[in-house]
């Protein structure tokens, strides 16, 4: 067992509502909503749901890119809300954000030396000949050569423009990463050798992750642990092995039973949820998913459950777990 790394606790992000000339406050969105769990070292935790679900709010609030509500976040038993601005400036240096979207999250007026470089000269005090040095080693490790480094980002692929934006996270060789769907703007011809790269440079480079996905074959592929979300709050929650061979959360086996099948053969009883995702704004009271679940009985309306424990390394938040 792996020593932890990033320790999760009870992570609440609120995002206000305003309303009128004056801006007055009228409620909140309840983006994360207690969401509790650990990473060890070299390890990597999917989080997994639908769109919406608040798992990009969770990546993002752990590296205090948005600033949590509630909850705190440990990283090597730190407690990163009382560090400063620039404490946790210095702290960013170990723990880096792959972008969802390299069109928009590489700068177009800055070439590729440029976007390496500048991470570099933000941490270290490196010589010009130091620098050129280890952004060309980074160069070489996604793929690509130094005869592209004054290039731009509109000359580039997308899955090059992922490279790179893969490259500028990790060439400070940060401990932690949250890859925040870093293959959905690609096309599915290119998705594979970008998820190869990351496997590759997370046991290189003895990485851990908080890998954001809603591609459950994905998941499956790259994690050693996994969380599903739903309405911003944690229903499930173990080891890849143990949740993909016996979900118990309802809303867990409808997203597995809706995964396709590599085999043409193979046929699967399909879950077919009703009604829609509630409003954020106005969760409903008790279990967040009882308005979708065909196994809600009273206690679900009017009781949030916990996430308690159904077997080894395996949590779920159910008060009827089947």
């Known amino acids: ?18 309303r009128g000339l004056m801006r007055k ?40 890119l948005i600033e949590p509500t509630g909850g705190e976040v440990f990283f090597r038993g730190e407690k990163l809300s009382q560090l400063s601005e620039e404490e946790m400036r210095l702290k960013r240096r170990d723990m880096q954000l792959i972008f969802q ?13 440029q976007l390496l470089s500048e991470p570099l000269k933000t941490h270290f005090h490196l010589s010009q000949a130091e620098t050129r040095e280890k952004v060309e080693e980074m160069l070489r490790l996604i793929g690509m050569t130094p005869d592209q480094l004054f290039r731009y980002p509109h000359q580039f692929s997308g899955g090059q423009k992922q490279r790179i934006s893969i490259a500028r996270a990790l060439i400070t060789h940060p401990s932690f990463v949250v890859a925040d769907e870093p293959v959905s703007a690609l096309d599915v011809s290119i998705q594979a050798q970008i998820l190869n790269l990351i496997m ?3 046991q290189e480079m003895e990485l851990s992750l908080v890998f954001i996905s809603h591609d459950l074959n994905v998941v499956r592929h790259i994690s050693n642990a996994v969380g599903v979300m739903y309405l911003g709050s944690l229903m499930e929650k173990g080891s890849t ?24 053969l193979h046929k699967s009883d399909h879950v077919i949820l009703q009604g829609d995702v509630p409003n954020p704004a106005h969760p409903p009271e008790g279990c967040p998913f009882h308005t979708r679940c065909p196994r809600c009985s009273g206690i679900c309306c009017t009781e949030k459950p916990e996430l308690k424990p159904v077997g080894e390394d395996h949590y779920v938040a159910c008060h009827l777990p089947s």
């Not at 990473?39 to 590296?63: D, M, N, P, Y």
């Not at 979207?101 to 030396?113: D, E, G, I, Q, T």
């Not at 061979?245 to 396709?260: D, E, G, I, N």
């Open 1 to 18: 067992m792996s020593s932890t790394l990033l320790d999760v606790r009870n992570l609440q992000v609120y995002f206000p509502i305003r």
């Open 25 to 64: 406050t009228t409620g909140y969105v309840h983006a994360v909503e207690d969401v509790s769990f650990t990473v060890g070292q070299r390890e990597v935790f999917a989080l997994v749901g639908e769109s919406g679900c608040g798992k990009s709010t969770t990546g993002t609030a752990i590296l205090r």
């Open 101 to 113: 979207n390299p069109y928009a999250s590489l700068n177009p007026r800055m070439n590729v030396w």
């Open 200 to 202: 590759e440079l997370q």
């Open 241 to 264: 092995q143990e949740v993909y061979s016996h979900p118990v959360h309802p809303y867990t086996q409808a997203l597995l039973s809706a995964v396709p099948s590599h085999d043409p």
